[in-house]
C-alpha cells in the first residue's frame, strides 16, 4: 500500500528550512559539499533501503536467527542488504577523507539512517553497532589497537558490539563481575559472561570485535574500576588477518519482542582460559570510554525510535485514506456513500497524535545531531563547549522522549487499522514490537529520568539549562505570526512553573526529600519533555507560518505547512497540559511512590 519511506518534503523542511543544513558547508570540514551531494547521499541512502533493506523486513521477523552450536545462520537477504549498505561507503560517511571517509556532516549522516531504520530496524542493527565501536577505537585507543581494527571496521570486514550487560546486574554496571587478568607480557586474560549483546555473533563479517567492560584484578571497587576492552572474535596472526578463533564462545540466542532479525547473545569470554584482550586507553577508565558510544548510541535510539513510529504513521494515513467505513453527518443515512475514514474525528484526532510525536521527534533528533556537528566544526572554542554542554542535557530527552511516544505512535497505528492492525498481515504491528524494545534499549527510560534529574540538569553549574533558556528565548523572540504567539501564551506559565521548581528540587535533591523525588524523577522527565518538544513544534510552525505566505506555494506545499500548524497546535493544547499532573506531584513532594512498602503489593 505505501512504499514511500520517508517523504521528501519532511526530510527537505527538517534539515534545509528549519536546521539550515546547507550551511554546515561554509565550515572547513564539510567545504567540499553542497546541498547537492548531501541530497546525493541520502538518494543513496533511501535507493538502498527501499531496495535492499525494507522487502525482508517481515521475512527476517518471521525468520529469526538460529545457532546449531557451532554457527549462527540467517536469511540470505540480510547479509545482501549488509554488503550493499557497505559497497555505498555509509559505514564511513562521517569519517575524514584521509581515512576512506566522506567527511559528512552528523546531521545528514542520522537523515541517511532514518531511511534504514524506517525501512528495517533489526538489518540495521549490524552496521550501526560496527560505527559506534569504531568510534569508541578511533577516539581512545592506542594506534597499534586502532591500524588492527578501525580500518576493517570502517570497511564492513569486520563488525563490532558493546558487550556491557551481565545476567545478574542488568544495567547496574557498578555490579559487573567479568575480569581481567593481566599477563606478564603485557596482555590481558577477559573472563565472564554477558547477556543481551546485540549482533554479538553472526556470519556477515570475517571478524566480530566486541568491546568489552570488565575490571582488572585489584580494581577499585563500583565504576571506579571498570575498564574497556578490544576483544575479537578471531585473533589477528602477524599479517593481521583474523586467525585462530578467540576463547568466545557463543552460548545462545535470546528471542525476543521485536528486532528479531537482529541477533541478540549470550556470550562466554574465557571458558578455556585463554580469551585474550587488548586494553582500550588506561585501566579503569573503561566506562568513561564507553559513555561515547553509549550517548551516541542513545541518540540513535531516540532517532530509530521516531522513525519506526514515522514509517507505522505513513502507512496508518494512507490506510485511513482508502478505507472506508461510516458516514458523517448530515449525510449519515444507510443510503448515503460510505466515507474514508480519515473525516472521523477520532480517527482524525490518532493522526494528529501520532505525527505530533513522530514528526516532533524527528525534529528534537536533528537539532542534537546538529549540536554535534556544531561541538565538532564551530571555529569558536566557547561555541564548541556550549553546543556540547546542550547536547548532555538533551540526551536524556532524545533518548527517552522519542522511546517512549514512538511506541505509542503506533500503537494508534494499530488501532487506526482496526482489526488488521494486529495481524501480521500488516506491518504495523511489528513496527510496534520493534519500537518497544527501546525504551529499553542504551539505559532504561527510567535511567534517562535521573540521569536528568540528578546529573544532567546541574552540571557545569547548570550551563546546559542556561544554554537551553536562551536558546528557546533566541527563537520565541523571533516569532510574528499570530498561530505562533497564541501557541506560545500556552506555553510560557509552564515554563515559568517549572523554572520556579528547580531550585525546590536542588534543595530536596540535597536533604531528606531526596528518596521522594527519586522515586518522581519521571515527572520531572514529562515536564521538561514536553516543554522541550513544545518549543520543537514551535519552531516548525513559525517556519511554516511564514512560508505559508508566500504567493508561488503549490497546493500540496500549502497543505504540508497548514499541517505542520495543526500539529503544533495539537500538541500544545493536547499534549502540554498534561504535565500539570506532574508539576502538581513535584510541588507537592507527594510519596505515593517513595512511601510503598515492598510487603504491601
Not at 162 to 185: F, N, Q, R, V, Y
Request: charged residues 20%; aromatic residues 8%.
Amino acid at each position: 500500500m505505501h512504499s514511500e519511506l520517508i517523504k521528501d518534503k519532511e526530510y527537505q523542511f527538517q534539515l534545509y528550512e528549519l536546521l539550515d543544513t546547507q550551511a554546515l558547508c561554509g565550515r572547513e570540514r564539510f567545504s567540499e559539499h553542497n546541498k547537492e551531494t548531501f541530497d546525493a547521499v541520502l538518494d543513496t541512502a533511501n535507493k538502498i533501503a527501499t531496495e535492499k533493506f525494507a522487502p525482508h523486513n517481515a521475512k527476517a521477523d518471521a525468520n529469526e536467527p538460529t545457532f546449531d552450536g557451532e554457527k549462527v545462520t540467517m536469511i540470505a537477504e540480510v547479509q545482501e542488504a549488509f554488503d550493499a549498505y557497505v559497497q555505498a561507503g555509509l559505514l564511513a560517511g562521517r569519517y575524514d577523507f584521509d581515512e576512506g571517509g566522506m567527511q559528512l556532516p552528523e546531521t545528514i549522516m542520522m537523515a541517511s539512517a532514518g531511511y534504514f531504520m524506517a525501512a528495517n530496524p533489526s538489518t540495521t542493527g549490524y552496521p550501526f553497532l560496527t560505527v559506534a565501536a569504531a568510534n569508541v577505537i578511533r577516539n581512545f585507543a592506542s594506534d597499534k589497537i586502532k591500524s588492527s581494527f578501525m580500518p576493517r571496521m570502517l570497511s564492513g570486514e569486520f563488525t563490532g558490539t558493546m558487550a556491557l550487560t551481565e545476567p545478574h546486574a542488568g544495567s547496574s554496571l557498578a555490579d559487573i563481575l567479568t575480569t581481567a587478568i593481566k599477563t606478564s607480557d603485557g596482555e590481558y586474560r577477559i573472563k565472564g559472561n554477558k547477556m543481551y549483546i546485540s549482533a554479538g555473533d553472526h556470519e556477515l563479517s570475517k571478524n566480530i570485535v566486541h568491546l568489552v567492560l570488565a575490571k582488572v584484578q585489584g580494581a577499585p571497587a563500583g565504576v571506579k574500576g571498570i575498564s574497556l576492552f578490544v576483544v575479537p572474535k578471531y585473533r589477528l596472526d602477524n599479517h593481521g588477518q583474523p586467525s585462530e578463533r578467540n576463547d568466545v564462545a557463543l552460548a545462545g540466542l535470546i528471542h525476543k519482542l521485536g528486532y528479531r532479525g537482529t541477533t541478540s547473545t549470550v556470550l562466554n569470554f574465557g571458558e578455556q582460559g585463554d580469551c585474550h584482550g587488548y586494553l582500550v586507553g588506561e585501566e579503569h577508565q573503561g566506562l568513561r570510554y564507553m559513555f561515547l558510544m553509549m550517548n551516541e548510541a542513545r541518540l540513535g535510539v531516540g532517532f530509530g525510535a521516531a522513525m519506526i513510529g514515522y514509517r507505522a504513521y505513513q502507512y496508518s494515513l494512507v490506510y485511513a485514506k482508502d478505507r472506508t467505513q461510516g458516514r458523517i453527518p448530515p449525510n449519515n443515512k444507510p443510503t448515503d456513500k460510505a466515507v474514508s475514514i480519515i473525516h472521523h474525528g477520532d480517527v482524525k484526532r490518532m493522526l494528529l497524535a501520532q505525527k505530533s510525536y513522530v514528526e516532533g521527534a524527528m525534529a528534537l533528533c536533528f537539532y542534537a545531531a546538529r549540536l554535534v556537528d556544531d561541538s565538532h566544526t564551530l571555529e569558536d572554542e566557547a561555541q564548541r563547549q556550549h553546543a556540547l554542554e546542550l547536547l548532555d542535557l538533551l540526551t536524556p530527552i532524545v533518548k527517552a522522549w522519542p522511546s517512549e511516544y514512538g511506541p505509542k505512535a503506533n500503537d494508534l497505528a494499530i488501532q487506526i487499522l482496526g482489526g488488521a492492525g494486529y495481524t501480521r498481515e500488516y506491518p504495523v504491528e511489528q513496527c510496534w514490537r520493534d519500537n518497544r524494545l527501546n525504551p529499553i534499549h542504551e539505559g532504561t527510560n527510567g535511567i534517562q529520568a535521573l540521569d536528568l534529574l540528578t546529573r544532567k540538569l546541574w552540571q557545569a553549574q547548570g550551563a546546559g539549562l542556561k544554554l537551553l533558556q536562551q536558546r528557546m528565548q533566541q527563537d520565541f523572540s523571533q516569532i510574528q505570526g499570530p498561530a505562533c504567539q497564541s501557541l506560545l501564551k500556552r506555553l510560557h506559565p509552564y515554563i515559568a512553573q517549572m523554572a520556579q521548581l528547580i531550585p525546590a528540587l536542588a534543595q530536596g535533591l540535597a536533604n531528606d526529600k531526596q528518596p521522594i523525588l527519586l522515586a518522581n524523577a519521571s515527572c520531572f522527565m514529562n515536564v521538561f519533555g514536553q516543554i522541550v518538544m513544545s518549543w520543537m513544534w514551535i519552531r516548525q510552525a513559525n517556519v511554516a507560518e511564514q512560508a505559508i505566505h508566500q504567493t508561488d506555494l503549490s497546493g500540496d506545499d500549502q497543505a504540508f505547512y497548514r499541517g505542520k500548524i495543526q500539529a503544533a497546535k495539537y500538541f500544545v493544547h493536547w499534549e502540554l497540559p498534561t504535565i500539570a499532573r506532574d508539576l502538581s506531584l513535584l510541588s507537592e513532594l507527594d510519596d505515593s511512590c517513595a512511601a510503598m512498602h515492598s510487603e504491601w503489593f
